[in-house]
């Protein structure tokens, strides 16, 4: 997410109240998670696991709960709570914006355009040229649609990431400041649930098509003329290659890679990145042969237990 002017390291140490390592005119130009930070951003981190990580990452502005040696070229903001921290940043450059109309006076719709009865259009979104958005479709804030795209009854775009930290108090909850952006001639089923990035995009390609029911969590970016069927479920932070069919409940963890042409059968759970061109199944998914193989090797062990007892 990119501040809408440059500040300086003071400006947003003295906006969050934090002290600072830096210069005080060291810019900043935004705010990102990790995976997916250019110098100018501002990432944060609140656990030892993940300081050398944040630190040598693109960001060249940390914000650390603990002082430690400021990497050159980069800035540091110190706070006792980051995470907190990183929530008043992005409550202050996109604050939730109420609306009273169905369809926001800062929307812009293009020519050929269909919106169905009862859809709700938010502030500052842009959908595309010869589109047709059927009635109640919820479209957040700041959605980016393209030209030529279908969104069937009951798909809410933009909706807030699943991200929580557990305090002794109960979850507290990752702000949301990104955006969903679906490319042209995507069509989207009924009852489908696309969140929206914490800071980034979530994006659904060119010529992908996206069955009813499906679930993509935040910052997943679906590439072109992928397919995905009924009930299927992605995590944040997935990678879908382009040209990938997902099938019927297919479960698939965060943070993986699903390369071009692969194909995940029904009912599987994906945990890990996969192969280009490969076909898996199961769960936990593996190679579908080896896999069909395990299966048939299972169903003979009845009769090979019998000629054993026979022995």
Request: charged share 20%; proline share 5%; with cysteine.
């Amino acid at each position: 997410m990119k501040f809408p002017s440059p500040y300086t390291l003071k400006d947003i140490a003295e906006l969050i109240d934090v002290d600072y390592v830096g210069a005080d005119d060291f810019p900043v130009l935004g705010m990102n998670e990790i995976h997916v930070v250019e110098p100018g951003d501002i990432v944060f981190v609140d656990h030892p696991k993940y300081y050398d990580k944040a630190l040598q990452s693109d960001a060249t502005i940390v914000l650390i709960n603990k002082q430690v040696a400021c990497p050159e070229g980069k800035a540091l903001l110190i706070s006792d709570d980051p995470f907190r921290d990183f929530n008043k940043l992005t409550q202050h450059f996109k604050p939730f914006k109420a609306s009273n109309v169905a369809i926001s006076p800062s929307a812009k719709i293009g020519e050929g355009t269909i919106l169905q009865p009862n859809c709700f259009i938010g502030n500052n979104v842009s959908i595309g040229k010869h589109c047709v958005i059927h009635s109640n479709v919820s479209i957040y804030d700041d959605t980016v649609i393209g030209d030529h795209v279908t969104i069937h009854s009951g798909t809410v775009l933009g909706a807030s990431a699943f991200y929580y930290k557990n305090r002794p108090e109960g979850f507290d909850q990752l702000r949301s400041g990104g955006r969903v952006v679906i490319e042209d001639h995507v069509d989207i089923g009924a009852l489908c649930t696309i969140d929206r990035g914490v800071t980034g995009d979530t994006t659904i390609g060119e010529g992908s098509k996206l069955d009813n029911q499906i679930q993509i969590g935040h910052d997943t970016i679906v590439g072109k003329k992928c397919l995905i069927a009924s009930q299927t479920g992605i995590a944040g932070c997935v990678v879908v290659e382009d040209e990938v069919t997902l099938w019927g409940q297919v479960g698939v963890k965060s943070g993986i890679t699903i390369a071009k042409g692969t194909v995940i059968y029904a009912q599987s759970g994906l945990g890990e990145t996969t192969t280009p061109n490969s076909t898996y199944f199961g769960s936990p998914a593996t190679d579908a042969r080896e896999k069909f193989k395990e299966m048939a090797y299972i169903r003979q062990l009845p009769e090979l237990i019998k000629q054993l007892k026979k022995k």
